[in-house]
T-cell receptor
């Protein structure tokens, strides 16, 4: 089946650091990738949608200058949390889809646990 | 009036029991729904899906029911096992090309 890989799986860093998370589709070309954030005991909240080669579309309340998304190829999207602070600590999950039709499933990565000290 | 299953944040069952997890979705225009299982520290894992032109769909030990009138989705797990313990989320697709939107999760605990 389709596999989405996230790296790193866990990162701990100091406040003020910028952190990059990678999301790769290993065996299919991802036209669209999605980034979600999940706080403890809460649901997945969509942060942004990115289409290969174009700017990401951010959900209301998500700062685009804080969460930089790059989707430069059909197999790789990156999320950079700039100048991270403790309130950015969360579980970040990416998802990828091969096309735009509802028949195309969204495949999820195993998430990145970000802890800002 | 019609009885609608309430969303519960937690559900505890004994091994072998049948489990029913409920979800209310938000958009009457949504036409595709998925149930996911999420284990601690992992991403969502697909369980079963259903399209809006169906009321019921069955898989292995799982059944999804869709009630479009009251925008309600349920997941039934037969003969629940300890390995079923996880958080379960329903997700809806508003329209093709957009992202799945997740509902509130239910933590299922199965004791043996």
């Amino acid at each position: 089946g389709a596999v989405v890989s996230q790296h790193p799986s866990r990162v701990i860093c100091k406040s003020g650091t910028s952190v990059k998370i990678e999301c790769r589709s290993l065996d299919f070309q991802a036209t669209t990738m999605f980034w979600y954030r999940q706080f403890p005991k809460q649901s997945l909240m969509l942060m942004a949608t990115s289409n290969e080669g174009s700017k990401a579309t951010y959900e209301q309340g998500v700062e685009k200058d804080k969460f930089l998304i790059n989707h430069a190829s059909l197999t790789l999207s990156t999320l950079t949390v700039t100048s991270a602070h403790p309130e950015d600590s969360s579980f970040y999950i990416c998802s990828a889809r091969a096309g735009t039709g509802s028949n195309q499933p969204q495949h999820f990565g195993d998430g990145t646990r970000l802890s800002i000290l | 009036g019609e009885s609608v299953g309430l969303h519960l944040p937690t559900l505890s069952v004994q091994e072998g029991d049948n489990s029913i997890i409920n979800c209310a979705y938000s958009n009457s225009a949504s036409d595709y729904f998925i149930w996911y299982k999420q284990e601690s520290g992992k991403g969502p894992q697909f369980i079963i899906d259903i399209r809006s032109n169906m009321d019921k769909r069955q898989g292995q030990r799982v059944t999804v029911l869709l009630n479009k009138t009251v925008k309600h989705l349920s997941l039934q797990i037969a003969a629940t096992q300890p390995g079923d313990s996880a958080v379960y989320f329903c997700a809806e697709l508003f329209q093709a090309g957009t992202a799945l939107i997740f509902g509130k999760g239910t933590t299922l605990s199965v004791s043996s």
